[in-house]
């Protein structure tokens, strides 16, 4: 992203990397971040494992401190402010509870070092609020490990926003959790989220969490930002072909650059077959990596009427699998390797389905598809 103002975006920002870099040693683990975070937004860093995402989230709260560039809060350079001093709160991935202390005393913690003191009737209130917020009320007097995990989480989150922090920082915090437990909880943090009004801030490696809370959605890769946009702009326009691989499923294709016309692109595949997918900024190049989803495609027989503006593409059944919403069908396209289709139920149930290793065509529809940006 651009390191030049915006005075519409930065008026409503609550927080900013500017130029911020991070090195361990020899080692990168942010490299020259520039991003701003808008107030009130549920923002969510998304990447593989050593993206840097953990260590930025970790300069944002504190705990660490940039190589060079800048952290700012509310406009004000905070890069060399320790962690307590920063109106932010953490849950961490395994909530750091205090065993020792029931649930109204570890969600009144941090109010009770706070000095001057608080009085104990103030504190008593907020904590009762927060435990409130969260659904425990009921709850305060008992014991960590009386709680299960969702529980737990929320007490850690009671936790953190009884201090009232401008934004509120979540490093993986449903990964111990199953799936059925992490579905519940996102949804029940989203609505905490929108309920409060704070910003949050999550890091997650998990593509189907962020895609699923995310008002916007920063994609990290090699300590740099890959793309910043919402659920639906990272799915639909990816500019790369990490952001493509990495969000969701695509199929991804070298192709030869034809013409450009009307914001369509005609390419050649190594098949020989002519596509028109959406243009991206740089078609200038003899080459690109063309993504298309899996759903956009479908099948029909060798023998079947074709829809007008459809590429078809012999290809070969060689699994189907069976995913109640949709069945996925993975196919060997001839001249183009494996490709994955998603035929929701109804289409499969008109069809009747494709056996493995039938012959089927795969339908191409014009203007599905994207051109990719080269990687970095």
Not at 95 to 108: D, I, R, S, W
Not at 122 to 131: D, G, S
Not at 153 to 182: G, T, Y
Not at 353 to 375: F, I, K, M, Q, Y
Request: glycine fraction near 8%; aromatic fraction near 4%.
């Amino acid at each position: 992203m651009s390191n030049s103002p915006d005075k519409t975006i930065a008026s409503d920002s609550v927080a900013e990397f500017i130029g911020t870099t991070k090195r361990f040693g020899s080692i990168t683990a942010a490299d020259g971040l520039s991003l701003r975070i808008r107030r009130g937004e549920f923002l969510s860093f998304l990447g593989p494992s050593g993206c840097g995402k953990t260590t930025a989230l970790r300069m944002l709260a504190g705990f660490e401190r940039p190589t060079e560039g800048d952290v700012l809060i509310d406009g004000s350079n905070v890069s060399g402010l320790p962690a307590h001093r920063r109106p932010v709160n953490m849950v961490f991935q395994h909530y750091a509870l205090f065993p020792h202390m029931n649930v109204a005393q570890n969600v009144g913690y941090g109010l009770r070092q706070r000095r001057p003191r608080m009085p104990k009737a103030e504190i008593a209130q907020k904590v009762a609020k927060a435990l409130g917020t969260v659904r425990l009320s009921d709850f305060s007097d008992r014991r960590i490990w009386e709680l299960s995990g969702g529980q737990q989480q929320r007490v850690a989150l009671a936790r953190a926003i009884v201090n009232e922090p401008k934004i509120l920082l979540l490093d993986e915090p449903m990964a111990a959790l199953d799936a059925k437990l992490r579905g519940e909880m996102q949804r029940e943090l989203l609505a905490l989220q929108r309920s409060l009004g704070i910003t949050f801030v999550l890091v997650t490696h998990d593509q189907e969490e962020a895609l699923a809370m995310s008002d916007r959605i920063c994609i990290m890769g090699n300590g740099r930002i890959a793309q910043v946009g919402t659920p639906g702009d990272l799915y639909d326009r990816p500019r790369s072909r990490y952001v493509a691989d990495f969000v969701g499923k695509a199929n991804i294709l070298t192709a030869e650059i034809i013409e450009t016309r009307d914001k369509l692109v005609t390419v050649r595949l190594r098949s020989g077959a002519l596509v028109a997918v959406q243009q991206n900024p740089d078609d200038s190049r003899a080459q690109a990596d063309i993504a298309i989803r899996p759903e956009a495609l479908s099948l029909a027989a060798p023998d079947a009427p074709l829809p007008v503006a459809t590429a078809t593409l012999p290809a070969r059944v060689t699994h189907r699998t069976f995913l109640g919403d949709h069945t996925e069908y993975l196919l060997e396209a001839d001249d183009l390797g494996t490709l994955q289709v998603n035929v929701p139920q109804q289409a499969e149930r008109v069809s009747g389905g494709h056996d493995v290793g039938a012959r089927v065509h795969v339908l191409w529809p014009e203007g599905t598809g994207l051109v990719l940006a080269a990687d970095d």
